[in-house]
């Protein structure tokens, strides 16, 4: 049996860069019974919860992040960061990690440099097809770094960049159809449209869901998660046959069970999951280079719908279009599967405990 080793993982602010993170803890888990686990995170992103219901202690971590719509605090950032890396050092001396995980997302930057200076080797995992600023900022202090796509790996040292598909948790593989239909009441004749807004919510479609929910709800079951903090009165009340909620952590898997049609942003956790699951899609990226270049890459392989741009009308004609097609269903699903490897998280398990076999 190996001996005990204590991996530490770091990411939030979004969810993105948190399942990956937890499909990896699974897999450490399953190969070593002795694998001691901890989680640095954002005192106030949507992973909390998350993380702690995996049996993971939380530790909260305030990181500068490059927000271009306050310009004003750019000149202060390096500052900023200095206290943060402090604060990472101090937490990575008292903790003691035998090796670090990042996935994106500001608060790792301080932790990975942290793990460098500690002489802790750091593995970054890339989700997304084009490259963020936080996993370039971790790439010169990391051992491995691993990406979804062969379209990333150029953006990274050959000799330490390896292409390793995607991965998600394997409790996501596991709901029940009728746990969720009894759940929220759900009409069984009836399809059912998941509505993801992401862990932080997308304000955009929950504003066109409430316009054209009265239109769908005749022909279809709604389950929307609006995001923390995101809940609209018209949609809380909009029932029956539409049930909207702030957030799903052990239910996600029956809400992904019961739901013949998703609507969802691009971000690679959730594209990771409907790939995993080969769940029809209507996809609606976020006007950003990192989701965009996510979703002409569904929209090129046939993977999924992608609206470009948004509006109520444009989202009810094409979730009725796609209720009433099942070939192309049939498609969507065949190909979105076909995205990429799904098993992302053992092939990381394996080379990282292959790293620590000389110490063992």
């Keep these: 049996m190996l001996n005990e080793q204590h991996f530490l993982l770091t990411g939030g602010g979004t969810l993105g860069s948190v399942t990956p993170l937890?499909?990896?803890?699974?897999?450490?888990?399953?190969r070593n019974a002795n694998v001691?686990?901890?989680?640095?995170?954002?005192?106030?992103?949507?992973?909390?919860?998350?993380?702690?219901?995996?049996?993971?202690?939380?530790?909260q971590l305030a990181a500068p992040k490059l927000d271009r719509y306050?310009?004003?605090?750019?000149?202060?950032?390096?500052?900023?960061?200095v206290f943060s890396w402090l604060r990472a050092l101090?937490?990575?001396?008292?903790?003691?990690?035998?090796?670090v995980f990042a996935a994106g997302g500001y608060v790792g930057v301080p932790v990975a440099w942290a793990a460098f200076f500690l002489r802790i080797p750091v593995w970054v995992h890339q989700l997304d097809v084009l490259p963020g600023l936080a996993n370039k900022l971790m790439a010169p202090v990391a051992r491995?770094?691993?990406?979804t796509f062969e379209e990333t790996a150029k953006h990274f040292p050959k000799r330490k960049t390896i292409v390793v598909g995607s991965?998600?948790?394997?409790?996501?593989?596991?709901?029940?159809?009728?746990?969720?239909?009894?759940?929220?009441?759900?009409?069984?004749?009836?399809?059912?449209?998941?509505?993801?807004?992401g862990g932080t919510g997308a304000a955009a479609i929950n504003e066109a869901c409430a316009v054209i929910w009265q239109d769908l709800v005749p022909y279809m079951n709604v389950l929307h998660?609006?995001?923390?903090?995101?809940?609209?009165?018209?949609?809380?009340?909009?029932?029956?046959?539409?049930?909207?909620?702030?957030?799903?952590?052990?239910g996600m898997a029956d809400a992904y069970a019961v739901a013949?049609?998703?609507?969802?942003?691009?971000?690679?956790?959730?594209?990771?999951?409907?790939?995993?699951?080969?769940?029809?899609?209507?996809?609606?990226?976020?006007?950003?280079?990192?989701?965009?270049?996510?979703a002409k890459v569904l929209e090129e392989r046939k993977a999924a719908q992608v609206i470009w741009h948004l509006t109520p009308q444009i989202l009810e004609q094409t979730i009725l279009r796609l209720l009433d097609s099942p070939e192309l269903n049939v498609d969507l699903s065949k190909n979105i599967r076909g995205l990429f490897a799904l098993n992302a998280d053992e092939r990381i398990a394996h080379e990282v405990l292959t790293l620590l076999a000389p110490k063992l």
Aim: no cysteine; proline share 7%; net charge positive.
């Design 22 to 30: 937890l499909a990896i803890a699974a897999e450490l888990r399953k």
């Design 36 to 59: 001691s686990l901890s989680f640095i995170g954002t005192p106030n992103g949507p992973e909390r919860l998350l993380v702690e219901s995996q049996r993971i202690p939380f530790w």
């Design 70 to 81: 306050r310009w004003w605090l750019w000149p202060i950032l390096p500052v900023m960061f």
């Design 90 to 99: 101090r937490l990575l001396y008292v903790m003691k990690p035998n090796f």
């Design 144 to 147: 491995k770094i691993s990406v």
């Design 167 to 197: 991965m998600v948790r394997q409790a996501i593989r596991h709901g029940e159809r009728e746990v969720a239909l009894q759940r929220y009441g759900f009409n069984v004749a009836l399809p059912t449209l998941l509505v993801v807004g």
């Design 225 to 250: 998660l609006v995001g923390r903090g995101k809940m609209l009165t018209v949609l809380e009340q909009a029932k029956p046959g539409y049930v909207a909620l702030e957030f799903l952590n052990e």
């Design 260 to 294: 013949d049609l998703v609507v969802a942003r691009a971000g690679l956790g959730t594209i990771s999951e409907l790939a995993a699951l080969g769940k029809p899609s209507i996809i609606i990226p976020i006007h950003e280079p990192f989701q965009e270049a996510n």
